[in-house]
């Protein structure tokens, strides 16, 4: 995999949150220039330390003028857009207020960045489209991209809508790349201490097929979507290459899901939210695991 070739100027929205935050920091860090947004919330946005915009992305009006340099003191020449704001889970909101509030931000936002010429895309899909809660057991496992989106909440619902709806935005506009990431749980390093006293009852976090994603990891999968140059909508899962627990994969699934097919071989820790085709296409390769942070217990069968 060769060394991405990276837009010079990408606005990211949802800049405050968990995984914006590491997003903003790492762009930076390897030399683009971010314009950092989101709308007012607990954080000091200046806090990110650059330049920042506060836009309510539910108005047409303010996301075409952050994309176009219509706000004052603030550049044009936007090549991307990085576009991770929402409501961030189910159950946050009333479901209407989820789904209005989501789907008109991501709406906005494909639309106002066709309507400035921008021509690519990264978007933060999310893990829940496979099928979480899991409480119909998945297809098989470890799952992936290829089979139908399952939405089983409104904010799910919407993720679906979204990777639909870039379809479209591809199809009216063939020279659109656009690329959905389907992100699982994000987690910074103090989010790690917990994670061994989850062996004592697998089912705690069967809801994500015991997944997660380091969100420094998170950003660097960003990173590579950036790069993608291959015209039209495509959907990765990102999580990290292992689970949250100490025990097995393979003793997790008999445990949990007995009747569910398991395709190939399983790594010892290996996940169950397959980066297979996001390691073949984007070039990802997660670099962190909680693993490295916590001591852990030996591991059981």
Request: proline content about 6%; hydrophobic content about 40%; some cysteine.
């Amino acid at each position: 995999m060769t060394d991405p070739v990276l837009p010079r100027r990408v606005v990211v929205t949802g800049a405050t949150g968990k995984l914006g935050r590491a997003v903003v920091a790492h762009l930076r860090g390897v030399g683009v220039d971010v314009l950092a947004v989101d709308r007012a919330g607990g954080r000091d946005p200046r806090d990110l330390d650059g330049e920042f915009l506060l836009v309510d992305l539910t108005d047409y009006g303010q996301v075409v003028e952050a994309f176009t340099g219509g706000a004052d003191e603030h550049a044009g020449g936007i090549e991307a857009i990085v576009h991770l704001a929402a409501v961030p889970a189910p159950g946050l909101m009333s479901n209407a207020r989820t789904f209005a509030n989501n789907s008109a931000a991501t709406y906005n936002v494909f639309a106002a960045a066709r309507a400035a010429g921008i021509k690519r895309v990264v978007w933060a899909s999310s893990e829940t489209v496979l099928g979480l809660p899991f409480d119909t057991p998945p297809p098989y496992a470890p799952v992936d991209e290829e089979y139908a989106a399952r939405p089983e909440s409104t904010y799910s619902l919407n993720k679906a809508l979204e990777e639909e709806m870039a379809r479209h935005f591809c199809r009216w506009d063939p020279e659109l790349v656009m690329v959905g990431l389907r992100f699982s749980n994000v987690m910074d390093v103090e989010d790690y201490a917990p994670f061994p006293s989850f062996d004592a009852d697998p089912r705690l976090r069967r809801w994500n097929l015991w997944g997660y994603i380091d969100a420094r990891d998170g950003a660097q999968a960003v990173e590579r979507a950036l790069a993608h140059d291959r015209p039209g909508a495509d959907v990765f899962i990102i999580a990290n290459a292992d689970t949250v627990m100490t025990r097995s994969s393979a003793s997790l699934m008999a445990e949990v899901y007995p009747g569910v097919e398991i395709r190939g071989e399983l790594g010892e820790h290996e996940t169950l939210l397959s980066i297979d085709k996001a390691r073949r296409v984007l070039g990802y390769e997660p670099r962190h695991s909680w693993r490295d942070h916590v001591d852990t217990p030996v591991s059981e069968a």
